[in-house]
Nanobody, 125 residues
Framework: QVQLVEFGGGLVQAGGSVRLSCAAS????????MGWFRQAPGNEREFVGA????????YYAESVKGRFTVSRDIAKNTEYLQMSSLKPEDTAVYYC??????????????????WGQGTQVTVSS
């Protein structure tokens, strides 16, 4: 089992920045990918970005590419999501997720095994 706890989020003005953190504990050696998803009211959970835990390679949804950055600190077992140039449409509950499956590019929620509790990010116009 892997436990994920998120930190960060809150209210930010459009054009601003915020950083989310996701601390992992438990069987962290089993993690292959850590990702971020978001869900706005009435919408399905959508992929934001992810990082390969061992080599640090990243990939992103087109809607956030160039504005969001996923990174990780292996020593701290922590994943980060740095969000910049925020837009009101980025408002959502953000979730971190971890997968132990060897999937090169994992963009679907069903490909992840563990989830954080979610944290609200609200971007005001």
């Amino acid at each position: 089992q892997v436990q994920l706890v998120e930190f960060g989020g809150g209210l930010v003005q459009a054009g601003g920045s915020v950083r989310l953190s996701c601390a992992a504990s438990g069987r962290t050696f089993s993690m292959y990918t850590m990702g971020w998803f978001r869900q706005a009211p009435g919408n399905e959970r959508e992929f934001v970005g992810a990082i390969n835990w061992s080599d640090g390679s990243t990939y992103y949804a087109e809607s956030v590419k160039g504005r969001f950055t996923v990174s990780r600190d292996i020593a701290k077992n922590t994943e980060y999501l740095q969000m910049s140039s925020l837009k009101p449409e980025d408002t959502a509950v953000y979730y971190c997720a971890a997968s132990g499956r060897r999937i090169w590019i994992a963009t679907q929620p069903v490909q992840y095994d563990y989830w954080g509790q979610g944290t609200q990010v609200t971007v005001s116009s």
